[in-house]
């Protein structure tokens, strides 16, 4: 089924797994009255699956969590390689981001909490934080964990494959808020949800 414009009310989205997902991924949850999260995939690089962008001092900034390459990749049996310190890496890098933002403090410790666990599995990892999230930005929409594989699923709307840091969606129109280093940088749409949520705290929802 092709991709409805958001802004349109989708009965359920399909979505791939992804760690601090862009603002574009919550922005189809918000406007879809249920969506289901892909579970029975095989793993895809480069993708969001396992990688976020959030707006440094310097620009856009890729955090990447490293995965463990031997045996199944079944997105589920996707394990956290943790030979080197990513965490450390990704909450510092986090805080330095957005330590002067607005809202970082309302909201970071919750984040921050999950960081900080060792999950063995990227996929829990990311369904903690996105779940997480969603409760933050206040959103309701109901989800659930897909089953079973399907390639061309039927009465929904497929948006794995639409939402990806190397294309553009063209269904989904990103609204301007403010960001701390847009000075310097200018705007940069479609990072992490954090950037959004960071800088316009509970006015985050109206931007989706």
């Known amino acids: 089924m092709e991709s409805a ?4 009310q989708n ?7 992804a760690y601090l997902p862009p603002v574009a ?3 189809a949850v918000a406007h879809s009255q249920s969506a289901a999260v892909e579970a029975c995939e095989t793993f895809q690089k480069q993708s969001y699956r396992n990688r976020c962008n959030i707006y440094s001092p310097d620009g856009a900034q890729q955090l990447l969590v490293p995965v463990l390459h031997a045996g199944s990749r079944f997105i589920r049996d996707i394990r956290i390689d943790y030979s080197k310190n990513w965490q450390h890496h990704h909450r510092r890098a986090i805080a330095t981001a957005y330590g002067p933002t607005p ?9 921050d909490a999950i960081l900080g666990r060792k999950y063995e599995f990227l996929f829990d ?8 999230l969603l409760q933050l930005l206040e959103i309701r929409t109901p989800i659930v964990i897909t089953a079973e594989y399907e390639s061309a699923p039927t009465g929904l709307c497929d948006l794995r494959s639409a939402i990806h840091p190397k294309r553009e969606w063209p269904d989904w129109k990103p609204k301007e808020y403010y960001q701390s280093f847009c000075d310097r940088h200018g705007w940069l749409p479609n990072l992490s949800v954090i950037d959004l949520l960071f800088s316009e705290g509970p006015e985050a929802a109206n931007y989706l």
């Open 5 to 8: 414009a958001v802004g349109e």
């Open 11 to 17: 009965s359920t989205i399909l979505l791939s797994t």
């Open 25 to 27: 991924y919550f922005a």
């Open 103 to 111: 809202f970082f403090k309302y909201y970071w410790d919750d984040i």
């Open 125 to 132: 990892m990311n369904m903690e934080l996105t779940e997480k």
